[in-house]
């Protein structure tokens, strides 16, 4: 009887074993590794121009508008859309009025009149009395929550104009939003009554609404202050206590 020695056999199963590799190699050409697509780092967006904003994930009109104390009947008709219309992530949305070209009057004398190229800083004061229970935190928190009694009043913290009354931004209830010039907004946000409407001017220490009651009965306003669209920290613009 013939035998194969343990070389022969070995030689042998090498060579199927090769066979096996090649074939799973010209199959998987086509395919392409997780490390080379799943994980590779995607380009990050283009940044906008300035005026414009890309969409994020939960926006909606009215809080891009409240945003940049705009009116969201003002996005729509800047943007070409229907003012009920949804936006979507990545999408790119003007946020300012475009720039209309104009020519100044003459002034006495002739020469061409001037406008003023900057403006007088805002000085806020505090919205309301109270205690600050909850700080600003990028990424965590827009703004402030001051605590006091149930039903105290709410003032402007600014000289401005109301651009938004209403409850259409689930997160932030009951809302009041003032646009103090063309960089600078406050928000006071889950308040109680409203007493102002858009379009009110409105004066620094004005009452525009209610601290509403929280679940643990106390007073309680939202306070944001916004620059550019961006949330800063409202502690950084209002004075010392006692101050």
Same mark, same amino acid.
């Given at each position: 009887?013939?035998?194969?020695?343990?070389?022969?056999?070995?030689?042998?199963?090498?060579?199927?074993?090769?066979?096996?590799?090649?074939?799973?190699?010209?199959?998987?050409?086509?395919? #392409?590794? $997780?490390?080379?697509?799943?994980?590779?780092?995607?380009?990050?967006?283009?940044? %906008?121009?300035?005026?414009?904003?890309?969409?994020?994930?939960?926006?909606?009109?009215?809080?891009?508008?409240?945003?940049?104390?705009?009116? $969201?009947?003002?996005? /729509?008709?800047?943007?070409?859309? @229907? %003012?009920?219309?949804?936006?979507?992530?990545?999408?790119?949305?003007?946020?300012?009025?475009?720039?209309?070209?104009?020519?100044?009057?003459?002034?006495?004398?002739?020469? @061409?009149?001037?406008?003023? #190229?900057?403006?007088?800083?805002?000085?806020?004061?505090? @919205?309301?009395?109270?205690?600050?229970?909850?700080?600003?935190?990028?990424?965590?928190?827009?703004?402030? !929550?001051?605590?006091? /009694?149930?039903?105290? /009043?709410?003032?402007?913290?600014? +000289?401005?104009?109301?651009?938004?009354?209403?409850?259409?931004?689930?997160?932030?209830?009951?809302?009041?939003?003032?646009?103090?010039? +063309?960089?600078? %907004?406050?928000?006071?946000?889950?308040?109680?009554?409203?007493?102002?409407? *858009?379009?009110?001017? !409105?004066?620094?220490?004005?009452?525009?609404?209610?601290?509403?009651?929280?679940?643990?009965?106390?007073?309680?306003? *939202?306070?944001?202050?916004?620059?550019?669209?961006? @949330?800063? +920290?409202?502690?950084?613009?209002?004075?010392?206590?006692?101050?």
């Amino acid at each position: 009887m013939k035998t194969t020695s343990f070389f022969a056999r070995g030689h042998r199963a090498l060579a199927r074993t090769a066979l096996l590799l090649a074939g799973a190699a010209v199959i998987g050409g086509c395919t #392409t590794t $997780p490390w080379n697509d799943t994980f590779a780092p995607r380009p990050a967006p283009a940044p %906008v121009a300035a005026g414009y904003y890309r969409v994020n994930a939960g926006d909606t009109l009215a809080s891009i508008a409240a945003a940049y104390g705009q009116r $969201p009947q003002e996005l /729509a008709s800047w943007n070409r859309m @229907p %003012v009920n219309a949804p936006v979507v992530p990545g999408q790119v949305l003007r946020v300012a009025p475009p720039v209309v070209a104009s020519v100044a009057p003459p002034a006495a004398g002739g020469a @061409p009149g001037q406008s003023p #190229t900057g403006t007088a800083p805002i000085h806020f004061s505090w @919205p309301a009395r109270g205690a600050v229970v909850v700080r600003f935190e990028a990424g965590k928190s827009k703004g402030i !929550v001051i605590a006091g /009694a149930p039903g105290e /009043a709410v003032t402007a913290a600014a +000289d401005g104009r109301v651009v938004y009354v209403g409850t259409g931004i689930p997160e932030y209830g009951p809302l009041i939003v003032i646009k103090h010039n +063309d960089n600078l %907004v406050s928000a006071y946000g889950h308040a109680g009554k409203l007493l102002v409407n *858009e379009g009110d001017a !409105v004066r620094a220490g004005q009452q525009i609404g209610e601290m509403a009651t929280d679940a643990s009965g106390r007073g309680t306003i *939202e306070f944001e202050i916004r620059r550019d669209g961006t @949330p800063v +920290d409202p502690l950084n613009y209002l004075p010392r206590a006692g101050g």
